[in-house]
């Protein structure tokens, strides 16, 4: 299996800051990396699939970038919708793994 | 706009079965492939299982294989997860999702919103 491992698992921010997280995977993955947002009680929403493509709706402050084992997800200006827990999944060999999990709190 | 409608969880004693149902509805269902997910406090996000479009591939986790199956009914649009044999630590909250593929793989673009199933 690929072990996805995101860091930092919980960051502190204020609006407006920029704020990225890194995701590794345990081999390369080619671009198969995909990013999700999730608030409390709530399902993930895709926000970027296949590395840097932006979902359709998804505010484009939210941008991905990587390939094959390095990966980041940068929030341009961080807004109050954003404090969420945001998750990355690899999708190059099944099964479909994810990572741990990055809490961006205020 | 697409629904995803899980249903079927409860409280479940180990050892006995459960089955889950996805009721999905706002796209057609016969052209996409599907998706369990479940979240397990402590534990993240875990796939599940996956099915086809046309049903001709299912995959499970390893965790799960041999207990779990995935199916579908394209004639209503519903997907399902027969679980059998439940454990303990498969508590947790099991979501429903419909996958956008390409050559990026599968990513889950729409989700239901849960359904908990509780092994006790």
């Known amino acids: 299996d690929i072990h996805m491992t995101q860091s930092p698992s919980s960051l502190s921010a204020s609006l407006g800051d920029r704020v990225t997280i890194t995701c590794r995977a345990s081999q390369p993955i080619n671009f198969a990396l995909h990013w999700y947002q999730q608030k409390p009680g709530k399902a993930p929403k895709l926000l970027i699939y296949a590395g840097a493509s932006l979902q359709s709706g998804v505010p484009s402050r939210f941008s991905g970038r990587g390939s094959d084992t390095d990966f980041t997800l940068t929030i341009s200006t961080l807004q109050a919708e954003d404090f969420a827990t945001y998750y990355c999944?690899?999708?190059?060999?099944?099964?479909?793994?994810f990572g741990g999990g990055t809490k961006v709190e205020i | 706009q697409v629904q995803l409608v899980e249903s079927g969880g409860g409280v479940v004693q180990p050892g006995r079965a459960l089955r889950l149902s996805c009721a999905a509805s706002?796209?057609?269902?016969?052209?996409?492939?599907m998706h369990w997910v479940r979240q397990i406090p402590g534990r993240g996000l875990e796939w599940v299982a996956g099915i086809t479009y046309d049903g001709t591939v299912e995959d499970s986790a390893d965790s799960v294989r041999g207990r779990f199956s995935i199916s579908r009914d394209d004639s209503t649009s519903t997907l399902f997860l027969q679980m059998n044999d439940l454990r303990p630590d498969d508590t947790g909250l099991y979501f429903c999702s419909k996958e956008v593929r390409g050559i990026h793989g599968v990513a889950l673009d729409d989700w239901g919103q849960g359904v908990q199933v509780t092994v006790s």
């Open positions: 999944q690899q999708s190059h060999s099944t099964p479909l793994t």
């Open positions: 706002g796209f057609t269902f016969k052209f996409y492939g």
